[in-house]
Each structure stands twice: as structure tokens, then as C-alpha cells.
């Protein structure tokens, strides 16, 4: 679908009033809604930081990460692509540390494979604006002060030529003139990771995981004795649900986050989500012998030169040695009467019914594939899998959103809003997190965070 004619999302939480007001039962600390791999690395945070509050996470599904969370490339990015002052780029670099770390300390499956980002001769300034952007990032604010990184770059990168680059991976094309090679970029998985995050949780004095949960109504709260939000959640089949008094409330619901906060705003001023469906294709055929490192393609260069919505159609492995490509981009609007936007409550997980991965996505995949790997053969792609990309526009540049809102308006009762949370957010989880718990919590802001 041309990104001319996509519909965005603009549906409010129980805008059908279906669930009426209801006085808390009990009061929490912090209440964090979404239990992808975003949601559990601030619960996990919270839950350390403060030991002696109440942390709980509540997830509509039956168990973690089953959204955006788990149908994602897996990939540890080094942090290229975005633009250097941006939380995307700042969270990345700062994640990817804090991933290795964990990786290590927790015996997470990892693999630092590196990746190599290939160009055909007309895209050289490209990679050359990527190589250059790289040697001058500095290290992102929270990172250690160890004397040994002071002279080490936060991402190193190296331009080589198309040769060096045939070295490394004999099954490039021969048209594949010049490539930068990013050390820092690896796997990981994510599953696992989701698992230790749980497992601090509920080992934690004061972190509870509740699933199964979804979160039906929020309302702003004020007393004398505690301002907070009153969240009412329905767990399971049940008709009626449970009010709780969330003194700091983190909206972390990744592809339904803008619903929480339409729920609060005038319908003139609701935030749009937009749907961006990535397929990925398994493959075992012939042109890739023996590859063992990430392959991406330049973006796109043309009129939306930096390709912000897509990294292009890419090989990735798994910890396994597998290797797949994608994902794609093929944008998906929900069902409306009217052209621009659905309002419609009843159809917040229409993207649910593209989940299903098909094989009408490969032939353009293959074609895709062919510009850099030209070995490749058509019959030996398979459908794997598809994912859901959370997106706040269908054009430019998007940084992620950390919004602040308050219960009586001004400086209490805080909620925290997570928007637009796509790639890299498997990366910058942790960073997330250290930034939501260190900089947002800990401190007063305006209503925005950069």
C-alpha cells in the first residue's frame, strides 16, 4: 500500500464507555502496561532501583514478548543509521553496551557477528556519510568512565572495497563497489533475554508479572494523600475487573500505546498509529555459502534518502546458522468508513489478521536480494514469519517518543507514555529503561524528553 493513502489508527481506550469509573482497591508504587521487552527491562529497572516499592507489569497475553518483541530480526544494531543527537541513536549505542553486559552476566545466547552494509558505486556517499557520522559520535550519557574506553571509539566502523568485502563474503555481486563494516553488530536471543528480565522481576522484594491482563480504562486521580491514575484491568473472559491507584504509571504497550493517551485527549488532538508489516523469508539455497555475517543493503536514496521507514531487505542469521531475509515494508491501515483516519475501538488489533505470512511477498524480496547477492534462487525462499512496526509517520525521520503527563496537571501523578518504540527498540531496551528510571523518574522535565 503507498504510503500516500495509509490510514492511521486514532482509536481511544474505552471510548465506547463501556467500562465505568470505579474507585481503586489498592495502591502501587509503579504500574508498567506491556510486557514486551521494553516493558519487562523498566519493570526489571524499577524493580532494582527500588526495592522496597511495589512494581507490577500486567501484558493482555499469556506470556511475554508476543507482539513486536518476538517477530524482529534479533539483531544487536551498532547504532548507524539515525541521526547522532537522537534518542534512537543515543539508546542504541548506550543499549548495545548494556545488552552485551547482560549477555554475558547472564548467560544469554549472543553472537557478535559483525555486519557488513554493501553499495553499489552510486551509493558510495551513502556509506561514506554513515562512516563519517560514526568516528564522530561520542559516548552516550550514562556510560562507564573507564580510562580504557576514553580513546576507544563508542562505533567503530571501516569503509573497505567491494574485493575486501568478496573476502569476507565470497557471494556478493561483483557490481557491490565499496562496503563499511560494523565490528559491534550481533544476535541475540531475544527469548531468553525476556526470560532473565521476568526472572528479576518476580525475584525482586517488590515486582510482580501479571498476564493474562489487559488494561480496559485510565483515569487521572487526585487527593490530598496521593495523586496517581486509576487503572482498570480485566483479566481473561471476565466481565467486570480491578481498579488500582498507580502512583507512576509507564504506558509500554508498544503497537496499542497511543490508545492509553487518546483516552486522556480530545479527539482532535489524538496521536495516529500507523502499521508497518515486515515479512521475512527463510532460505537454504544456493548463493550463500558459508555466510556468517549480517548483510544490508544501502536504503533507499532517492527522494526519502535516508530510508528512515526501512533498512531494506536484509540477511540476518540466527544463533543456529540459518538464514533468513527480510523484513520487507508493506504498510497495512485498519478498516474505515472515512480516508484518513479510523476511530473505531472494535478495530485496534485488525493488524493481528496479517500476521499470517505469505508467499505473495517473495517475489520482490528475491528481487531485492538479488542486488546484492546474485546467486540466490527464487524456489528456495520460504515464508517465515511476520512482524508489526509501530509507526508514528509514513515519512521522514520518527525519533522515539518519551512523553510525560500528570495526573493533576502539572507535577504529580506521572505517567510515562512509550512511543514508537520500533527498530532499534530490541537494542536500546536497556537504555530505555536506565533512561525512563535515571532521567525521567528521577528528575523533573517538560512534557517531552529528548
Sequence with gaps: MAASVVRGLKAALNSTGKFNFKSPDAAIDFLVVGGGVVGLAVAQR??????????YLVER??????????????????????????????????????????????NIPYRKTGKLVVAHKSQRSYIEGLLEKSHRLPWPRHSPQAPQLADEPVLPTTLISGEQARELEPDLSKNISTALWSPETGIIDSHSLMESLEKDILE????ELVYSTRVVRVDPYTSPYNDGWVVQTVTEDAREGDALLAKTLINASGLSANLVLNSLLPESFRIPMYFARGSYAAYSGLGVSNVSHLIYPCPETGSNKHAFQSLGTHLTLDLQGKVRFGPDLEWISPPSKGPDFCFNEENVDFWMEHLVPSESRLGEMHKAVMQYLPGVVFEEFRPDYVGIRPKLVVSGFQDFIIRKDYANGSNSG??????GIESPGLTSSLAIAEHVVQDVIGTRHNSYVR
Design 46 to 55: 524499577l524493580s532494582q532501583q527500588f526495592p522496597s516499592k511495589s512494581t
Design 61 to 106: 497475553h499469556v506470556r511475554a514478548g508476543e507482539e513486536t518483541s518476538s517477530r524482529n530480526s534479533e539483531v544487536i544494531h551498532a547504532g548507524l543509521y539515525y541521526p547522532p543527537e537522537s534518542l534512537k541513536t543515543q539508546l542504541c549505542l548506550r543499549g548495545r553496551y548494556l545488552m552485551y553486559e547482560r549477555c554475558k552476566k547472564y
Design 204 to 207: 525482586s522484594e517488590g515486582g
Design 414 to 419: 506521572l505517567m510515562v507514555s512509550l512511543m
